[in-house]
């Protein structure tokens, strides 16, 4: 079975920062369409960003287009986020999972597999 497996999250100054991973085991990671999702307190979880296995196409939601860049490392198995300029507004949870992803949207199926999250504060 896939397993999913993020870290790299931590409490970052507005305006720095940092880089997530995402372990995959079980598939190839070139074959698998993923992504991250992030929830705050209190908020509904967010499709922030995914990467496409078969043209290579990218998502991201507006408030993190020009700031944050998602690449894969297929010999590591390996999804990353790279996250930049951050700011409160991105403190939450963050989730790597497989679903459907293409140019203009991100969503999770009842069959998609999730990690377990990793924290990123934004603070001071």
């Known amino acids: 079975q896939v397993q999913l497996v993020e870290s790299g999250g931590g409490l970052v100054q507005p305006g720095g920062s940092l880089r997530l991973s995402c372990s995959a085991s079980g598939w190839a990671l070139e074959k698998l369409p993923i992504g991250w999702f992030r929830q705050a307190p209190g908020k509904e979880r967010e499709a922030v960003s995914c990467s496409s296995n078969n043209d290579n196409s990218t998502y991201y939601t507006d408030s993190v287009k020009g700031r944050f860049t998602i690449s894969r490392d297929n010999g590591k198995n390996t999804l990353y986020l790279q996250m930049n300029s951050l700011k409160p507004e991105d403190t939450g949870v963050y989730y790597c999972?497989?679903?459907?992803?293409?140019?203009?949207?991100?969503?999770?199926?009842?069959?998609?597999?999730w990690g377990q999250g990793t924290q990123v504060t934004i603070s001071s």
């Open positions: 999972a497989t679903g459907y992803c293409s140019s203009t949207t991100y969503y999770t199926r009842d069959y998609d597999f």
